[in-house]
């Protein structure tokens, strides 16, 4: 594959096309000399399998101002994702020329990036920040307003330096303006600060501020927004579609279909949380159990740390229900369940409902002593709790626990065999008799 782009790279170079090819991982593996010619801060130091985050970062160090390189990580991040997911060309200001730029899928291989200058810049326009020339008057023509007027899409028209001169209707309802003479030639910046001014600022506003002052500096991608009351835009730059310099800035309201988006990713994270937790409980379910343990596993043995596991279960679960009824024992269960998740708190372990009145305690760095005193102390919460209502009385719950370890001097062949080995303990503490601790032996 590679030998067959070397050729076409060193072609590109004969119509000025800049070239970069990039693996599965986004690795660099071939480029062609416009592209160190568009981008000679890589000259140099770009090399076969550099990442393109360490290409970004070069680019960005050479256009990023003092105040924004804290954020170059955020910056270099968001590049990846453009790079992965672009899906149509677009264009930026690079120096004194504009530059159109695609991104294009190679399967399997990975992808590749390609870069043409379009135009050379405008007077003015190599500082759309600060501009230090005055701008050529312009007007927009009467037949382009009309055909403007009509789009359900908000349209500013901005001069060469990016002053806004004149925006349709729906642009105007977007914003919250009375009429084209509130634009006041202020840049699109001013007027997005401005239809917040009134509002208290989110954390959506903020990062929309820093998204914002990215994209107009130098890229000519979609971006979105946030606006007041929950509502969302779209805004793509349509550049050289006026002679004078003059462009526009196409503005969508995605308000409808980012929230259909959140409302599709809370109910993903729903159904993948029914997935692993027990519906009873909330605790995890044996699915979540046997996931982690097996995770949990492969660390110990990497760490050379040790794994415990408490199996336990309510004594006497049936007689329970059969005395007091099903809803009387999905209570225990639940108040159980209570008690494990108000105790066992430590980052890493796992409380999990295995099965019918049976529960799992994962517990990751943790030995045999330890993990046998915390079991005592559960079994003891269990045995003071109050359960009852006016129909059963008070009624007395324990509980029975089998206490076992993997660890670097008695290390079990499977995660299996952990289970079974807490398993035999938990049968030894029920034939013991019951509301007690057993922990099992290597």
Not at 126 to 134: M, V, W, Y
Not at 364 to 390: C, H, W, Y
């Amino acid at each position: 594959m590679i030998s067959i782009l070397k050729p076409i790279a060193v072609a590109l170079d004969q119509l000025e096309v800049a070239i970069c090819i990039f693996d599965a991982e986004d690795k660099a593996l071939v480029w062609n000399d416009t592209f160190l010619q568009f981008f000679p801060e890589h000259a140099g130091h770009v090399h076969v399998g550099e990442d393109y985050r360490d290409n970004l970062r070069r680019f960005y160090l050479q256009r990023l101002s003092a105040e924004e390189l804290p954020q170059i990580d955020r910056y270099i991040e968001e590049g990846v994702l453009r790079h992965r997911n672009q899906l149509r060309a677009f264009e930026f200001d690079h120096h004194d020329y504009r530059v159109r730029v695609a991104s294009l899928p190679l399967g399997a291989y990975g992808r590749v990036r390609l870069w043409r200058k379009t135009a050379p810049l405008l007077t003015g326009m190599q500082d759309r920040i600060n501009p230090d020339t005055k701008p050529l008057p312009t007007q927009i023509l009467p037949d382009t307003a009309m055909a403007l007027e009509s789009l359900a899409d908000g349209i500013l028209m901005v001069d060469e330096i990016g002053r806004s001169i004149w925006a349709n209707h729906t642009f105007l309802e977007l914003y919250g303006l009375p009429s084209t003479d509130a634009l006041k030639l202020r840049d699109f910046a001013q007027l997005y600060t401005q239809a917040w001014q009134h509002e208290v600022p989110t954390a959506e506003y903020v990062a929309s501020l820093g998204l914002l002052k990215e994209h107009q500096r130098f890229s000519g991608a979609p971006y979105v927004l946030a606006l007041p009351n929950n509502r969302w835009v779209r805004v793509v730059e349509l550049r050289g579609t006026q002679t004078n310099g003059s462009n526009f800035l196409s503005h969508v309201d995605v308000t409808e279909s980012r929230q259909q988006q959140e409302a599709l990713k809370q109910l993903t994270q729903h159904l993948e949380s029914l997935a692993i937790k027990d519906a009873l409980t909330g605790l995890a379910n044996r699915r979540r159990f046997d996931e982690v343990l097996e995770s949990e596993w492969q660390r110990a043995h990497r760490s050379k740390t040790p794994l415990s596991l408490l199996m336990l279960d309510v004594d006497h679960f049936k007689r329970l229900n059969d005395t007091h009824g099903h809803p009387f024992g999905d209570e225990v269960l639940k108040r159980l369940a209570s008690i494990l998740a108000h105790r066992i708190q430590r980052t890493g372990s796992l409380v999990a409902r295995y099965g019918g009145e049976e529960f799992a305690v994962l517990l990751p760095d943790t030995d045999l002593p330890s993990a046998a005193k915390l079991a005592e102390f559960i079994r003891q919460q269990v045995e003071n709790m109050s359960l009852g209502n006016e129909n059963t009385g008070l009624v007395r719950i324990t509980i029975s626990i089998g206490v076992a370890c993997a660890s670097d001097t008695a290390l079990t062949t499977s995660t299996t065999a952990l289970v079974d080995l807490a398993d035999r303990a938990l049968y030894q503490a029920k034939r013991s008799g019951r509301n007690q601790v057993a922990a099992a032996t290597p």
